[in-house]
């Protein structure tokens, strides 16, 4: 069983940075791929981000590519989201999830029902 915890949201201005963490409290996290989602009422869980546990590979959403950065500290754990020149509609509420297995093609990553456990999700609001 994997139990996640993210932190780091708040509120910030347009143009503005944030830094998510999302610390895994279970021995064998390290073998999981990880991945970040958002939501905003009424809509879809929507992908931002996912990585392998080596690192080797990472995958964006169009909207945030170029802006977002997802790493991990598997000694630590933990798995981040920084998250550069903000915009309002990176609004929600973002949830990290642990997959089933170390490494996800991108077709794999950016689907929710691929991850087994998730967060309880940290909102970020960022106002413009």
């Known amino acids: 069983q994997v139990q996640l915890v993210e932190s780091g949201g708040g509120l910030v201005q347009a143009g503005g940075s944030l830094r998510l963490s999302c610390v895994a409290s279970?021995?064998?996290?390290?073998?999981?791929?990880m991945g970040w989602f958002r939501q905003v009422p009424g809509k879809e869980r929507e992908f931002v981000a996912a990585i392998s546990w080596s690192r080797t590979s990472t995958y964006y959403s169009d909207p945030v590519k170029g802006r977002f950065t997802i790493s991990r500290d598997n000694a630590k754990n933990t798995v981040y989201l920084q998250m550069n020149s903000l915009k309002a509609e990176d609004t929600a509420v973002y949830y990290c999830?642990?997959?089933?297995?170390?490494?996800?093609?991108?077709?794999?990553?950016?689907?929710?029902?691929?991850?087994?456990?998730w967060g309880q999700g940290t909102q970020v609001t960022v106002s413009s």
């Open positions: 279970v021995r064998g996290y390290n073998s999981h791929a």
């Open positions: 999830a642990a997959g089933n297995s170390p490494n996800y093609g991108m077709k794999k990553a950016v689907k929710a029902r691929e991850y087994d456990y």
